[in-house]
């Protein structure tokens, strides 16, 4: 019997997931190891049974280790045949999940500096799936790919129009999530599938998207994954004359910079102390109030913004670890949008529960599954063939 392994490599810690090798494969087991080069701990969970326990995790291959340890048990007359990566840059070329030759790797090699929190570490997921499982086809799925399709005016920024040649444009990110709750809507819910739809991915990273018939046609995050809403640790959208400001006057140099907005900004930036939302709703500190407050009226501001991209929304969906459950912070981005006939049940609202609106513009919660996305596309990847003829190879 075949299997198939899922992996999300971030900075800091791998997501992973063991399916069975069916059109709609089955989760077997999930887990992640967190802390990676620090403080590690790995968490499993399979069936009802989870473990949570500290490991020895200094790299990402080590990590991978650790994953594969804590599955064994797991795999008993499973053979991984496939292995699908989350790869946040795919780029201008890649609109579908690709086989990652060599030859692809080194292209997206290329693409680090647009996505230096995420590239570098996805990319060192593959080499350790490739050395741990080297007969096992490697599958990359790409967050940018769902928002290729953007129309020109959400897809380039106001510069000299060789660059958007260049590919200087707006990308979009979290596109495996949106893929993931677009097809349960289609599923689900198909006269709303038709519709005008906000998805709120909020989470650590966090970003909006417009969706008309089931397609990306705006997104908050652009260029990077630095734009938009503020993030655990990332600024969001902020003014080009911030950022030459602090070269110019303040000496800052550039890789210092790039840490700051990275790493030092956004939620923990404001509040001084941390980047999780759920410690910053414990706390009685002004700067944690501050934080939330800034927060919350971002993502206002960027329901406005793309309603107006969409001349109007019929649903308004939250997913990620903040918009699923998070419930004081939903309720608080939403107060003031009946204009756009948003409101909140505070019910069903504290019960995380499905529909959780109580205007005419429908508001949900949705759980999104990535891991789930990647898989599929892995099933579909081994069974129909390798080739793909929407995938162009432009980094010549």
């Known amino acids: 019997m075949t299997g198939i392994l899922t992996l999300n490599a971030g900075s800091s810690s791998i997501k992973f997931g063991l399916?069975?090798?069916a059109p709609e494969p089955e989760q077997l087991v999930d887990g992640q190891v967190d802390g990676i080069g620090g403080s590690a701990r790995l968490e499993l969970h399979a069936k009802a049974a989870k473990t949570s326990i500290d490991v020895d995790a200094?790299?990402?291959?080590?990590?991978?280790?650790?994953a594969m340890r804590a599955l064994s048990p797991h795999m008993s007359g499973l053979e991984i045949s496939g292995i699908g990566h989350r790869i946040v840059h795919g780029g201008m070329e890649f609109v579908e999940?690709?086989?990652?030759?060599?030859?692809?790797?080194?292209?997206?090699?290329?693409?680090?500096?647009?996505?230096?929190?995420?590239q570098p570490h996805n990319l060192a997921g593959v080499a350790a799936a490739r050395a741990a499982f080297p007969n096992a086809v490697q599958i990359?799925?790409?967050?940018?790919?769902?928002?290729?399709?953007?129309?020109?005016?959400?897809?380039?920024?106001?510069?000299?129009?060789?660059?958007?040649?260049?590919?200087?444009?707006?990308?979009?990110?979290?596109?495996?999530?949106?893929?993931?709750?677009?097809?349960?809507?289609?599923?689900?819910?198909?006269?709303?599938?038709?519709?005008?739809?906000?998805?709120?991915h909020l989470g650590n990273g966090a970003s909006m998207c417009a969706i008309r018939q089931g397609k990306s046609v705006g997104s908050t995050m652009g260029f990077s994954a630095l734009d938009g809403l503020p993030m655990g640790t990332r600024c969001g959208q902020i003014d080009p004359g911030v950022v030459l400001h602090l070269i110019t006057q303040k000496?800052?140099?550039?890789?210092?910079?790039?840490?700051?907005?990275?790493?030092?900004?956004?939620l923990l930036g404001l509040s001084g102390f941390t980047g999780d939302m759920r410690e910053l709703l414990a706390s009685d500190r002004k700067e944690a109030r501050q934080a939330i407050d800034y927060y919350v009226f971002r993502a206002r501001r960027e329901i406005g913004a793309l309603s107006a991209v969409l001349c109007g929304v019929d649903a308004l969906v939250f997913c990620g670890g903040v918009g699923e459950n998070a419930g004081p912070i939903r309720e608080r981005i939403v107060e003031g949008l009946d204009y756009?006939?948003?409101?909140?049940?505070?019910?069903?609202?504290?019960?995380?529960?499905?529909?959780?609106?109580?205007?005419?513009?429908?508001?949900?919660?949705i759980p999104t599954d990535?891991?789930?996305?990647?898989?599929?596309?892995?099933?579909?990847?081994?069974?129909?063939?390798?080739?793909?003829?929407?995938?162009?190879?432009?980094?010549a």
């Open 58 to 66: 200094p790299t990402q291959a080590a990590a991978l280790e650790v």
């Open 140 to 200: 990359g799925c790409f967050d940018t790919a769902f928002h290729r399709g953007h129309p020109w005016v959400n897809d380039t920024f106001a510069l000299p129009r060789s660059y958007y040649e260049q590919g200087i444009r707006r990308y979009g990110f979290h596109g495996l999530s949106y893929n993931y709750i677009t097809g349960v809507i289609a599923e689900r819910f198909p006269d709303l599938h038709k519709g005008r739809i906000i998805v709120a």
């Open 340 to 365: 756009l006939g948003i409101g909140i049940d505070p019910e069903r609202n504290s019960e995380n529960a499905l529909d959780i609106g109580n205007g005419r513009t429908r508001v949900m919660v």
């Open 97 to 118: 999940p690709v086989v990652l030759t060599q030859d692809i790797l080194d292209g997206l090699a290329e693409l680090e500096p647009l996505a230096p929190l995420h």
């Open 251 to 266: 000496g800052m140099a550039p890789q210092d910079l790039m840490h700051m907005l990275y790493h030092e900004s956004g």
């Open 19 to 21: 399916y069975n090798d």
């Open 370 to 395: 990535e891991e789930r996305v990647i898989a599929r596309a892995v099933h579909r990847k081994k069974h129909h063939g390798t080739e793909d003829n929407t995938t162009r190879r432009l980094f």
